[in-house]
């Protein structure tokens, strides 16, 4: 089955630095979403993205669609301490293929 | 505010008890999943439906089951719950017609413990 590549797989970062998380795929995709999962909750989509080359901001968040489609980055600009949780990549290859594939996670630790 | 709700939202049961966890939505979403998901983080695919009295079983391996009698129901079931069982389960549901294009929404967790 369709695989993802997730990295990096933690990171501890200082208040204020900027974060950049990746992910890469051995298939094409249709759609790529990063979703963002805090202690003691489910995942909850920041973004979505279903057009290879696009670009997608949500506040401090941005995220690309890789020109070869196999390939997705979240960025975050100045972190704050409530940035901290597990970030998720996910893509689908649409169609009738409704089931989305997920990343092993990016846990992001923030120090005030 | 959630549109998915899972209860109960911690579970700490004996051996051997039989369990069910709830996953209920109000969206009126075709589809729904049920995932395990281990302290390493990773979500792991145990069934999903696509419909009313559709389901089936996803990548992990898994001894629950499910059943999917009303689309806004899809409750999970250990007949016999083991150490092994202890894990957070998370129920999510998404939309039908883009496919798996518009995400899924996932409840808030449920976190289940065996002793």
């Known amino acids: 089955g369709q695989q993802l590549n997730q990295s990096p797989q933690s990171m501890f970062i200082q208040e204020g630095e900027d974060v950049s998380m990746n992910c890469t795929s051995s298939s094409i995709f249709n759609t790529w979403l990063w979703y963002k999962q805090e202690p003691g909750e489910g995942p909850v989509l920041l973004i979505a993205?279903?057009?290879?080359?696009e670009l997608t901001s949500n506040g401090r968040l941005t995220a690309q669609f890789g020109i070869t489609r196999k390939d997705s980055f979240l960025n975050i600009s100045a972190s704050i301490p409530s940035d901290v949780g597990i970030y998720f990549c996910a893509g689908s290859g649409g169609g009738s293929n409704y089931k989305l594939t997920f990343g092993k996670g990016t846990l992001l630790t923030v120090n005030p | 505010e959630a549109d998915i709700y899972q209860t109960p939202r911690y579970l700490v049961i004996g051996t051997g008890k039989k369990i069910t966890l709830e996953c209920s939505q109000t969206?009126?979403?075709?589809?729904m999943y049920w995932y395990q998901q281990d302290p390493g983080m990773e979500l792991h695919l145990i069934h999903y439906s696509y419909g009313v009295n559709s389901t089936e079983k996803g990548d992990l391996s898994s001894e629950s089951t499910v059943s999917r009698i009303r689309t806004e129901h899809f409750p999970l079931t250990l007949e016999s719950a083991r150490p092994s069982h202890t894990s957070q389960y998370l129920c999510?549901?998404?939309?039908?017609?883009?496919?798996?294009?518009?995400?899924?929404?996932f409840g808030s967790g449920t976190r289940l413990t065996v002793v």
């Open positions: 993205l279903y057009k290879a080359g």
């Open positions: 969206m009126g979403h075709d589809k």
């Open positions: 999510a549901s998404s939309e039908s017609g883009r496919g798996s294009g518009y995400g899924y929404t």
